[in-house]
């Protein structure tokens, strides 16, 4: 492989882990959402959540490595996974942030739960936009890609929205 070419995947692995650890962040929010007004525990538990996930995602990939490629990994390939796969843990500091300035009464009620899952989807339609963008896509195909990608984060609200009531 190129050197342009594992940059460039090595990029698009980093995007992938900022789709999934957004998505993953939502699904924190959406099980712990309660309806009863900020809870500073639910910022703590998105943040903590994805720093597990982001452990166990370095963990796994440098065991599945070594056993591909039959050999000991050293620290410093741990260090080179555990970068490549951060931004699955930064994508949880957006909801962490607007579930605290609930809780700093910013917004009123349990209104910061809906911001952070808004946020949410946003940030899904920005990825796919640039999903679509990156492929040239016409209008209609760009408007299907940034529907699809929000589509995550529309679900996981509906399923906030059904638990919590």
Known sequence: ?????????????????????????????AAGANGKGPNPWLAVAVVATSIVFWLAHV????LGRQIAQNRPY???DRW???????????ASLPFAVCLLLGVFGVFPG????????VVGIIALGVWGFAAARAERAGGLRQVITVATTASFGVVLLVLKLVVQH
Do not use: C, F, K
């Open 110 to 117: 349990d209104n910061s739960e809906m911001v952070a899952m």
């Open 1 to 29: 492989m190129s050197a342009p070419d594992a940059e460039a995947e090595r990029r698009g692995h980093r995007y992938a882990g900022a789709i999934y650890g957004t998505i993953l962040a939502m699904s924190v929010v």
């Open 59 to 62: 963990y796994s990939e440098a």
């Open 80 to 90: 080179e996974i555990a970068r490549e796969e951060w931004p699955m843990a930064q």
């Open 74 to 76: 050293r620290l410093a």
